[in-house]
Structure formats: C-alpha cells, structure tokens
C-alpha cells in the first residue's frame, strides 16, 4: 500500500531538490525509511544525509546505490554550523568576497552559495572541509542545480 503512494510521489518529485522523511508525512517514518532505502539501491534516489536525499532528471543513467560517505568531509567549523551563521572575515580565502558585509554574521547558506557561484575548485574543497560536504551538497542542489545552474567544477568536487 505505502509502496505505490512513494512510487507516485517520487514521479513528481522535482529533480536535483533535496527533500527530507518530513516531506512525507502521509507514510509512516518505518516504512518510509525502507522505501527510501530500496529507492536508493535501485538508484532512483541519491542519499545526501541522514534522513535527506534528492533525485536525479528522468534521462540521467541511475547509478545504482550512490550515496555521500559521510566520514569523508565531516565540518570542521562546528561551530558555525550549529548556529547557521559566520562572519566573512573569519577566513582570508574568501573575505574579498564579502567586502560590504566583513564583520557581520551573514547566514551560512548565503556563504557556501556565494562560495560556489565562483565555480572554484579550491575554494568549493575549501568549503567542504569547514562546513561538511553533505551541507555543501545540500545548498549546491537547492540553490543550483535545481534552478539548472551548472557548475562543472563543483560537481566534480561534489560527485553530482
């Protein structure tokens, strides 16, 4: 029964957004979570982190069983991502940047999204390793890849 209302609902799922077990509420978490599972081995989802995952566009090849190791880039900034906020003179590599804003706490996501929109590969590694790959992972699809913005570089980086 839960298995054809997920198979519905993965059909219209936007591609390239992340989306967390709250985004269905309607099937209980149990089963949820095998369903998940089972979608991500046969390909059809791509895990992100705990409990997040996104989909690939119809006409990409399904690669089966992807998922982010999530021991490879654990955030050394832990600081910064508990609270969700940094302040852009914290790191010289990209506080040039920032010039209007060096001294405020700007919200996390705007820092990785800016980070990224210079399609580097030095600084997007950079930003993996302070903030977490999976958190990186995370707002290159919602604020890029969803809206079919492509950074070639970033993507390497990523594994997308």
């Not at 967390?20 to 089972?38: G, K, Y």
């Not at 989802?45 to 021991?71: A, N, Q, T």
């Not at 977490?132 to 913005?149: I, P, Q």
């Amino acid at each position: 029964m839960f298995s054809k209302a997920f198979k519905q609902k993965i059909q219209y799922l936007k591609p390239y957004k992340v989306y967390s077990n709250n985004s269905f509420q309607d099937i209980e978490e149990a089963a949820l979570s095998v369903l998940v599972h089972r979608n991500i081995k046969e390909g059809k989802l791509i895990k992100v982190g705990k409990g997040k995952f996104y989909k690939r566009k119809k006409g990409e090849l399904p690669i089966e069983g992807i998922s982010l190791d999530p021991k490879k880039y654990l955030p050394s900034d832990k600081y910064s991502v508990r609270h969700n906020c940094i302040k852009p003179s914290k790191y010289p590599i990209a506080e040039l940047l920032f010039y209007s804003n060096r001294n405020r706490a700007i919200p996390l996501d705007n820092y990785i999204s800016k980070i990224l929109d210079q399609d580097s590969i030095i600084l997007a590694e950079f930003i993996s390793r302070m903030f977490g790959k999976a958190r990186v992972l995370e707002v290159y699809l919602d604020n890029f890849r969803s809206k079919g913005l492509v950074q070639e570089n970033v993507e390497v980086l990523l594994g997308v």
